[in-house]
Nanobody
Framework: QVQLVESGGGLVQAGGSLRLSCAAS????????MAWFRQAPGKEREFVAA????????YYADSVKGRFTISRDNTKNTVYLQMNSLKPEDTAVYYC?????????????????WGQGTQVTVSS
């Protein structure tokens, strides 16, 4: 069992930046591939970014490519999402997710563990 706790959300103006963090409870954090998803009001949850367990491979949704960066620190059992040039359409609840194995996935069904989410609101 892995418990994930997100933090770092908040209210920011368009063009601003936020860094989300997701702390994992297990010392075997390095054996999990990680991802960020988000869910805007009235919409389905969507993939944002993923990173494999060694941090050697990352993948981004087209909507955030070039603006968001996913990273991880396996010594701190934490994955991050640096969000720059934020837009009002980035407003959503952001969730981190974990799945066992070395390869990330774009589908939420592939992830076994989820955090409770953190709200990001971008004002225009």
């Amino acid at each position: 069992q892995v418990q994930l706790v997100e933090s770092g959300g908040g209210l920011v103006q368009a063009g601003g930046s936020l860094r989300l963090s997701c702390a994992a409870s297990r010392r075997t954090f390095s054996s999990y591939s990680m991802a960020w998803f988000r869910q805007a009001p009235g919409k389905e949850r969507e993939f944002v970014a993923a990173i494999n367990r060694s941090a050697g491979s990352t993948y981004y949704a087209d909507s955030v490519k070039g603006r968001f960066t996913i990273s991880r620190d396996n010594t701190k059992n934490t994955v991050y999402l640096q969000m720059n040039s934020l837009k009002p359409e980035d407003t959503a609840v952001y969730y981190c997710a974990a799945r066992g194995g070395s390869i990330w996935s774009l589908t939420e069904q592939s992830y076994n563990y989820w955090g409770q989410g953190t709200q990001v609101t971008v004002s225009s």
